[in-house]
Protein backbone atom coordinates (compact mmCIF):
# COMPACT_ATOMS: atom_id res chain seq x y z
CA UNK A 1 0.00 0.00 0.00
CA UNK A 2 2.94 2.35 0.64
CA UNK A 3 4.22 1.77 -2.73
CA UNK A 4 1.09 3.00 -4.06
CA UNK A 5 0.44 6.05 -1.61
CA UNK A 6 4.11 7.37 -2.74
CA UNK A 7 3.03 7.07 -6.30
CA UNK A 8 -0.45 9.03 -6.07
CA UNK A 9 1.49 11.63 -3.84
CA UNK A 10 4.25 12.10 -6.76
CA UNK A 11 1.55 12.54 -8.58
CA UNK A 12 -1.00 14.70 -7.14
CA UNK A 13 0.39 16.28 -4.23
CA UNK A 14 1.53 19.98 -4.96
CA UNK A 15 5.21 20.63 -5.07
CA UNK A 16 7.43 23.33 -3.15
CA UNK A 17 7.54 26.72 -4.39
CA UNK A 18 11.54 26.78 -3.59
CA UNK A 19 14.01 24.24 -3.26
CA UNK A 20 15.56 24.11 -0.10
CA UNK A 21 19.43 22.14 -1.93
CA UNK A 22 20.27 20.46 -4.97
CA UNK A 23 18.99 17.40 -3.75
CA UNK A 24 15.52 18.68 -3.43
CA UNK A 25 15.82 20.38 -6.57
CA UNK A 26 16.92 17.26 -8.40
CA UNK A 27 14.20 15.16 -6.44
CA UNK A 28 11.36 18.02 -7.28
CA UNK A 29 12.05 18.08 -10.90
CA UNK A 30 11.52 14.40 -11.00
CA UNK A 31 8.40 14.40 -9.40
CA UNK A 32 7.23 17.17 -11.84
CA UNK A 33 7.78 15.19 -14.62
CA UNK A 34 5.64 12.35 -13.45
CA UNK A 35 3.36 14.85 -12.92
CA UNK A 36 2.32 15.93 -16.00
CA UNK A 37 0.76 18.83 -17.13
CA UNK A 38 -1.98 18.55 -14.01
CA UNK A 39 -1.55 20.13 -10.86
CA UNK A 40 -3.42 19.70 -7.83
CA UNK A 41 -4.46 22.08 -4.93
CA UNK A 42 -2.84 23.76 -1.94
CA UNK A 43 -3.18 20.94 1.39
CA UNK A 44 -6.82 22.56 3.03
CA UNK A 45 -6.75 24.36 5.71
CA UNK A 46 -10.45 24.54 6.50
CA UNK A 47 -11.66 20.95 6.54
CA UNK A 48 -13.10 19.64 9.77
CA UNK A 49 -11.45 16.37 11.48
CA UNK A 50 -13.53 14.02 10.01
CA UNK A 51 -15.05 14.33 6.55
CA UNK A 52 -17.72 11.67 5.50
CA UNK A 53 -19.10 10.80 2.14
CA UNK A 54 -21.47 7.53 1.40
CA UNK A 55 -21.35 4.78 -0.71
CA UNK A 56 -23.89 2.74 -2.53
CA UNK A 57 -22.68 -0.48 -3.70
CA UNK A 58 -24.88 -4.14 -4.24
CA UNK A 59 -22.83 -5.84 -1.73
CA UNK A 60 -25.55 -8.66 -2.04
CA UNK A 61 -27.43 -10.66 -4.60
CA UNK A 62 -26.19 -11.62 -7.79
CA UNK A 63 -24.99 -8.37 -8.66
CA UNK A 64 -22.36 -8.48 -5.37
CA UNK A 65 -19.85 -9.98 -8.17
CA UNK A 66 -19.69 -5.96 -9.66
CA UNK A 67 -20.66 -4.23 -5.69
CA UNK A 68 -18.06 -6.00 -3.31
CA UNK A 69 -14.95 -5.64 -5.41
CA UNK A 70 -16.26 -1.52 -5.49
CA UNK A 71 -16.71 -1.40 -1.82
CA UNK A 72 -13.41 -2.88 -1.68
CA UNK A 73 -11.41 -0.51 -3.92
CA UNK A 74 -13.25 2.50 -2.10
CA UNK A 75 -11.89 1.33 1.07
CA UNK A 76 -8.42 0.95 -0.39
CA UNK A 77 -8.59 4.20 -1.39
CA UNK A 78 -9.44 6.24 1.42
CA UNK A 79 -6.81 3.94 3.55
CA UNK A 80 -4.34 5.56 1.45
CA UNK A 81 -6.02 9.07 1.31
CA UNK A 82 -6.13 9.20 5.20
CA UNK A 83 -1.82 7.81 5.69
CA UNK A 84 -1.19 10.07 2.89
CA UNK A 85 -2.62 13.22 4.80
CA UNK A 86 -4.18 13.84 1.49
CA UNK A 87 -6.78 15.99 2.85
CA UNK A 88 -4.47 17.90 5.40
CA UNK A 89 -2.68 17.03 9.14
CA UNK A 90 -5.37 15.65 11.15
CA UNK A 91 -8.25 15.81 9.04
CA UNK A 92 -9.56 11.87 7.99
CA UNK A 93 -11.96 11.00 4.81
CA UNK A 94 -14.80 8.21 6.47
CA UNK A 95 -17.22 6.49 4.49
CA UNK A 96 -20.63 5.04 5.10
CA UNK A 97 -21.37 2.01 2.92
CA UNK A 98 -25.06 1.05 2.29
CA UNK A 99 -26.41 -2.53 0.29
CA UNK A 100 -28.18 -1.67 -2.54
CA UNK A 101 -28.81 -5.30 -3.60
CA UNK A 102 -29.52 -4.52 -7.10
CA UNK A 103 -32.61 -2.90 -5.83
CA UNK A 104 -34.46 0.47 -6.57
CA UNK A 105 -35.98 0.60 -3.77
CA UNK A 106 -33.17 -0.28 -1.67
CA UNK A 107 -31.23 1.97 -3.39
CA UNK A 108 -33.60 4.61 -3.07
CA UNK A 109 -33.78 4.01 0.89
CA UNK A 110 -29.81 4.23 0.83
CA UNK A 111 -29.39 7.56 -0.71
CA UNK A 112 -32.32 8.93 1.14
CA UNK A 113 -30.44 7.72 4.81
CA UNK A 114 -26.91 8.78 3.49
CA UNK A 115 -28.28 12.25 2.69
CA UNK A 116 -31.05 13.11 4.89
CA UNK A 117 -29.70 11.09 7.93
CA UNK A 118 -26.14 10.82 7.42
CA UNK A 119 -25.91 14.40 5.70
CA UNK A 120 -23.03 13.13 3.89
CA UNK A 121 -20.91 15.84 1.67
CA UNK A 122 -20.93 13.38 -1.42
CA UNK A 123 -21.97 9.67 -2.67
CA UNK A 124 -20.06 7.13 -5.04
CA UNK A 125 -22.57 4.63 -6.44
CA UNK A 126 -25.19 3.21 -6.71
CA UNK A 127 -23.68 0.05 -8.87
CA UNK A 128 -26.76 -0.38 -11.20
CA UNK A 129 -27.65 2.58 -14.01
CA UNK A 130 -31.20 0.99 -12.98
CA UNK A 131 -30.51 1.94 -9.32
CA UNK A 132 -28.75 5.60 -10.00
CA UNK A 133 -32.28 6.70 -12.00
CA UNK A 134 -34.19 5.70 -9.01
CA UNK A 135 -31.68 7.00 -6.54
CA UNK A 136 -29.78 9.99 -8.38
CA UNK A 137 -32.35 12.55 -8.17
CA UNK A 138 -32.48 12.47 -4.02
CA UNK A 139 -29.51 13.63 -4.37
CA UNK A 140 -29.95 16.15 -7.54
CA UNK A 141 -32.83 17.26 -4.99
CA UNK A 142 -30.59 17.66 -2.12
CA UNK A 143 -28.11 19.23 -3.48
CA UNK A 144 -25.40 16.85 -3.05
CA UNK A 145 -22.71 15.41 -5.79
CA UNK A 146 -23.55 11.67 -6.48
CA UNK A 147 -20.56 9.56 -8.79
CA UNK A 148 -21.84 6.85 -10.31
CA UNK A 149 -18.94 4.75 -10.84
CA UNK A 150 -20.34 1.99 -13.08
CA UNK A 151 -23.18 3.77 -14.77
CA UNK A 152 -23.55 3.54 -18.27
CA UNK A 153 -26.72 3.80 -19.41
CA UNK A 154 -27.69 6.85 -21.19
CA UNK A 155 -29.30 9.55 -19.56
CA UNK A 156 -27.41 9.51 -16.73
CA UNK A 157 -25.93 12.65 -15.99
CA UNK A 158 -28.97 14.79 -17.55
CA UNK A 159 -30.66 14.05 -14.06
CA UNK A 160 -28.52 16.96 -12.90
CA UNK A 161 -25.80 19.23 -12.32
CA UNK A 162 -24.66 17.20 -9.20
CA UNK A 163 -24.71 14.27 -11.08
CA UNK A 164 -21.43 12.47 -12.16
CA UNK A 165 -19.98 10.12 -13.62
CA UNK A 166 -16.73 8.13 -14.26
CA UNK A 167 -17.69 5.25 -15.72
CA UNK A 168 -17.69 5.65 -19.68
CA UNK A 169 -21.32 5.30 -20.80
CA UNK A 170 -22.15 2.57 -23.34
CA UNK A 171 -22.21 5.16 -26.29
CA UNK A 172 -18.67 5.85 -25.42
CA UNK A 173 -17.74 2.07 -25.55
CA UNK A 174 -20.21 -0.17 -27.95
CA UNK A 175 -19.69 1.82 -31.40
CA UNK A 176 -15.24 0.73 -30.96
CA UNK A 177 -16.44 -2.54 -29.86
CA UNK A 178 -18.25 -3.49 -32.54
CA UNK A 179 -15.78 -1.86 -35.36
CA UNK A 180 -12.72 -3.75 -33.91
CA UNK A 181 -14.78 -7.15 -34.03
CA UNK A 182 -16.23 -6.39 -37.92
CA UNK A 183 -12.73 -5.59 -38.67
CA UNK A 184 -11.04 -8.72 -37.20
CA UNK A 185 -13.85 -11.08 -38.03
CA UNK A 186 -15.22 -9.58 -40.90
CA UNK A 187 -18.98 -10.00 -39.46
CA UNK A 188 -21.53 -9.18 -41.97
CA UNK A 189 -24.83 -10.92 -40.40
CA UNK A 190 -24.93 -11.15 -36.38
CA UNK A 191 -28.21 -11.93 -33.78
CA UNK A 192 -29.17 -9.54 -30.98
CA UNK A 193 -30.71 -10.81 -27.30
CA UNK A 194 -31.48 -8.00 -24.65
CA UNK A 195 -32.91 -7.47 -21.24
CA UNK A 196 -35.79 -5.20 -21.94
CA UNK A 197 -36.38 -4.61 -18.80
CA UNK A 198 -33.36 -2.98 -17.48
CA UNK A 199 -32.00 1.00 -18.16
CA UNK A 200 -28.76 -0.41 -18.66
CA UNK A 201 -29.47 -3.68 -20.96
CA UNK A 202 -31.76 -1.05 -22.86
CA UNK A 203 -29.15 1.28 -23.79
CA UNK A 204 -26.53 -1.35 -24.31
CA UNK A 205 -28.98 -2.33 -27.20
CA UNK A 206 -29.92 0.88 -28.99
CA UNK A 207 -25.73 1.80 -28.87
CA UNK A 208 -25.54 -1.81 -30.15
CA UNK A 209 -28.38 -1.58 -32.95
CA UNK A 210 -27.40 2.25 -34.09
CA UNK A 211 -23.65 0.90 -34.08
CA UNK A 212 -24.77 -2.58 -36.01
CA UNK A 213 -26.16 -0.33 -38.69
CA UNK A 214 -23.88 2.29 -39.08
CA UNK A 215 -21.18 -0.66 -40.06
CA UNK A 216 -23.68 -1.76 -42.62
CA UNK A 217 -23.92 -5.55 -40.53
CA UNK A 218 -27.12 -6.69 -41.04
CA UNK A 219 -29.33 -8.21 -37.59
CA UNK A 220 -30.91 -11.25 -38.45
CA UNK A 221 -33.27 -11.21 -35.44
CA UNK A 222 -33.93 -9.77 -31.88
CA UNK A 223 -35.17 -11.95 -28.82
CA UNK A 224 -35.19 -10.23 -25.13
CA UNK A 225 -35.34 -11.77 -22.11
CA UNK A 226 -36.01 -10.07 -18.11
CA UNK A 227 -33.73 -10.36 -15.48
CA UNK A 228 -33.71 -13.24 -12.95
CA UNK A 229 -34.71 -15.55 -16.17
CA UNK A 230 -32.42 -18.54 -15.97
CA UNK A 231 -33.63 -20.44 -19.27
CA UNK A 232 -32.35 -18.76 -22.75
CA UNK A 233 -32.79 -21.98 -24.94
CA UNK A 234 -35.45 -20.66 -26.71
CA UNK A 235 -34.15 -17.25 -27.48
CA UNK A 236 -30.61 -18.94 -28.77
CA UNK A 237 -32.50 -21.38 -30.90
CA UNK A 238 -33.95 -18.49 -32.60
CA UNK A 239 -31.20 -16.58 -33.05
CA UNK A 240 -28.72 -19.22 -33.96
CA UNK A 241 -30.91 -20.37 -36.61
CA UNK A 242 -30.06 -17.95 -39.18
CA UNK A 243 -26.59 -19.14 -38.37
CA UNK A 244 -25.50 -15.65 -37.17
CA UNK A 245 -21.58 -14.37 -37.61
CA UNK A 246 -21.69 -13.59 -33.72
CA UNK A 247 -24.35 -12.85 -31.30
CA UNK A 248 -24.57 -9.67 -29.92
CA UNK A 249 -25.28 -9.49 -26.09
CA UNK A 250 -26.73 -6.83 -23.67
CA UNK A 251 -27.10 -8.89 -20.60
CA UNK A 252 -25.67 -8.37 -16.64
CA UNK A 253 -23.60 -10.77 -14.91
CA UNK A 254 -25.65 -13.21 -14.12
CA UNK A 255 -27.78 -13.72 -17.26
CA UNK A 256 -24.61 -13.28 -19.31
CA UNK A 257 -23.11 -16.29 -17.39
CA UNK A 258 -26.34 -18.56 -18.57
CA UNK A 259 -26.44 -17.01 -22.17
CA UNK A 260 -22.90 -17.94 -22.54
CA UNK A 261 -23.08 -21.03 -21.48
CA UNK A 262 -26.66 -22.20 -23.25
CA UNK A 263 -24.87 -21.01 -26.64
CA UNK A 264 -21.99 -22.85 -26.57
CA UNK A 265 -24.69 -26.33 -25.26
CA UNK A 266 -26.30 -25.84 -28.41
CA UNK A 267 -23.09 -26.25 -30.18
CA UNK A 268 -22.29 -22.21 -31.13
CA UNK A 269 -18.60 -21.65 -31.06
CA UNK A 270 -18.76 -18.50 -32.66
CA UNK A 271 -17.93 -14.93 -31.00
CA UNK A 272 -20.11 -13.26 -28.31
CA UNK A 273 -20.01 -9.59 -28.20
CA UNK A 274 -21.08 -7.75 -24.73
CA UNK A 275 -21.68 -4.72 -23.45
CA UNK A 276 -20.15 -3.44 -20.42
CA UNK A 277 -21.98 -6.01 -18.08
CA UNK A 278 -19.61 -8.65 -19.37
CA UNK A 279 -16.74 -6.96 -17.52
CA UNK A 280 -16.59 -8.89 -14.42
CA UNK A 281 -13.98 -11.75 -13.98
CA UNK A 282 -17.38 -13.67 -12.57
CA UNK A 283 -18.42 -14.19 -16.04
CA UNK A 284 -15.00 -15.66 -17.15
CA UNK A 285 -15.03 -17.92 -13.64
CA UNK A 286 -18.34 -19.05 -14.01
CA UNK A 287 -18.64 -19.88 -17.73
CA UNK A 288 -15.00 -21.62 -17.85
CA UNK A 289 -13.74 -22.29 -21.20
CA UNK A 290 -17.69 -21.46 -22.71
CA UNK A 291 -16.12 -17.83 -22.57
CA UNK A 292 -13.63 -18.01 -24.20
CA UNK A 293 -13.94 -15.87 -27.17
CA UNK A 294 -15.95 -13.10 -25.89
CA UNK A 295 -15.60 -9.89 -26.77
CA UNK A 296 -16.59 -6.58 -25.02
CA UNK A 297 -15.65 -3.10 -24.72
CA UNK A 298 -14.08 -1.23 -21.62
CA UNK A 299 -12.87 1.56 -19.20
CA UNK A 300 -9.79 -0.35 -18.09
CA UNK A 301 -7.65 -3.49 -18.97
CA UNK A 302 -5.36 -5.04 -16.11
CA UNK A 303 -2.71 -5.45 -18.76
CA UNK A 304 -2.15 -1.74 -19.35
CA UNK A 305 1.08 -0.52 -18.62
CA UNK A 306 0.10 2.74 -16.70
CA UNK A 307 2.36 2.92 -13.45
CA UNK A 308 -0.64 4.18 -11.89
CA UNK A 309 -2.67 1.01 -12.59
CA UNK A 310 0.12 -1.30 -12.30
CA UNK A 311 0.55 -0.42 -8.54
CA UNK A 312 -3.22 -0.41 -7.74
CA UNK A 313 -3.42 -4.27 -9.12
CA UNK A 314 -0.46 -5.16 -7.16
CA UNK A 315 -1.78 -2.91 -3.85
CA UNK A 316 -5.80 -4.32 -4.54
CA UNK A 317 -4.58 -8.09 -4.94
CA UNK A 318 -2.65 -7.58 -1.35
CA UNK A 319 -5.71 -6.19 -0.02
CA UNK A 320 -8.34 -7.97 -1.00
CA UNK A 321 -6.66 -11.79 -2.29
CA UNK A 322 -8.01 -11.33 -5.57
CA UNK A 323 -7.70 -9.14 -8.62
CA UNK A 324 -9.50 -6.07 -9.72
CA UNK A 325 -11.53 -5.67 -12.29
CA UNK A 326 -13.11 -2.81 -14.41
CA UNK A 327 -15.48 -2.04 -12.06
CA UNK A 328 -13.08 -1.68 -8.64
CA UNK A 329 -10.16 0.28 -10.38
CA UNK A 330 -13.38 3.10 -11.17
CA UNK A 331 -14.23 2.76 -8.26
CA UNK A 332 -11.11 2.98 -6.42
CA UNK A 333 -10.54 6.41 -9.29
CA UNK A 334 -13.97 7.28 -8.08
CA UNK A 335 -12.96 7.86 -4.38
CA UNK A 336 -9.35 9.73 -5.09
CA UNK A 337 -11.37 12.07 -7.37
CA UNK A 338 -14.07 13.00 -4.81
CA UNK A 339 -11.35 13.40 -2.63
CA UNK A 340 -9.15 15.51 -4.64
CA UNK A 341 -12.33 17.29 -5.00
CA UNK A 342 -12.55 17.88 -0.97
CA UNK A 343 -9.28 18.88 -1.24
CA UNK A 344 -9.65 21.44 -4.16
CA UNK A 345 -12.82 22.90 -2.87
CA UNK A 346 -11.18 23.00 0.84
CA UNK A 347 -14.66 23.18 2.25
CA UNK A 348 -17.39 20.74 3.21
CA UNK A 349 -20.34 22.61 1.35
CA UNK A 350 -21.93 19.87 -0.73
CA UNK A 351 -22.00 22.88 -3.80
CA UNK A 352 -18.51 23.83 -3.34
CA UNK A 353 -17.38 20.22 -3.94
CA UNK A 354 -19.76 19.88 -6.45
CA UNK A 355 -17.73 22.70 -8.49
CA UNK A 356 -14.64 21.05 -7.68
CA UNK A 357 -15.50 18.06 -9.10
CA UNK A 358 -16.66 19.49 -12.61
CA UNK A 359 -13.29 21.34 -12.73
CA UNK A 360 -11.10 18.50 -12.79
CA UNK A 361 -9.32 17.68 -15.89
CA UNK A 362 -6.02 15.74 -17.33
CA UNK A 363 -6.29 13.35 -13.87
CA UNK A 364 -3.67 10.84 -13.56
CA UNK A 365 -5.73 7.57 -12.90
CA UNK A 366 -5.43 3.82 -12.94
CA UNK A 367 -7.70 4.59 -15.84
CA UNK A 368 -5.28 6.85 -17.43
CA UNK A 369 -5.52 10.42 -17.92
CA UNK A 370 -9.08 11.07 -16.92
CA UNK A 371 -11.08 14.45 -17.06
CA UNK A 372 -15.11 15.28 -16.62
CA UNK A 373 -16.29 17.09 -20.02
CA UNK A 374 -18.67 19.74 -19.83
CA UNK A 375 -21.99 17.25 -19.09
CA UNK A 376 -20.06 15.45 -16.48
CA UNK A 377 -18.97 12.85 -18.11
CA UNK A 378 -16.03 11.09 -18.16
CA UNK A 379 -13.16 11.40 -21.22
CA UNK A 380 -10.83 8.91 -21.29
CA UNK A 381 -9.43 6.43 -24.01
CA UNK A 382 -11.62 2.83 -23.83
CA UNK A 383 -10.61 -0.60 -24.70
CA UNK A 384 -11.47 -3.40 -26.68
CA UNK A 385 -11.82 -6.78 -24.77
CA UNK A 386 -11.75 -10.91 -25.79
CA UNK A 387 -11.77 -14.09 -23.53
CA UNK A 388 -8.29 -15.42 -24.00
CA UNK A 389 -7.17 -18.49 -22.20
CA UNK A 390 -9.13 -17.94 -19.32
CA UNK A 391 -8.17 -13.98 -19.03
CA UNK A 392 -9.24 -10.41 -20.72
CA UNK A 393 -6.96 -9.54 -23.38
CA UNK A 394 -6.78 -6.70 -25.28
CA UNK A 395 -8.65 -7.52 -29.22
CA UNK A 396 -5.93 -7.40 -32.24
CA UNK A 397 -6.89 -8.67 -35.23
CA UNK A 398 -3.76 -11.33 -35.27
CA UNK A 399 -5.56 -12.91 -31.88
CA UNK A 400 -9.32 -13.01 -33.15
CA UNK A 401 -8.00 -14.82 -36.25
CA UNK A 402 -6.37 -17.31 -34.32
CA UNK A 403 -9.38 -18.02 -32.09
CA UNK A 404 -11.59 -18.07 -34.88
CA UNK A 405 -9.71 -21.09 -36.60
Not at 137 to 142: K, S
Not at 163 to 190: M, Y
Not at 216 to 239: C, K, M, W
Request: proline share 5%.
Amino acid sequence: MRKLILLFCVLLLALPVVAQDEEDESENEDMMVMMGDWETCPTPENLPEEVTIGAIFARSGNISVYGIPQSQAVELAVAEINESGYLGEGVTLSVIFEDSAGDQEQAIAAMTKLVEEDQVVAVLGPTLSTEAFAADPIAQEAGVPVMGVSNTASGITDMGEFVFRNSLPESSVIPGTVAGAVEALGLERVGVLYGNDDDFTLSGYDVFVEALEDLDVEILGEETFARGDVDFSAQLTNLLADDPDALIVSALAAEAVQIIIQARDLGYDGPIIGGNGFNSPAIIAQAGEDAEGVIVGAAWNAASDNELSVAFIENFEEYTGNPPDQFATQAYTGAWLMATAIRCADSVDPADIRDALASITDFPSPLGEFSFDEDRNPVHDPVVQVVVDGAFGILGADMMEEESE
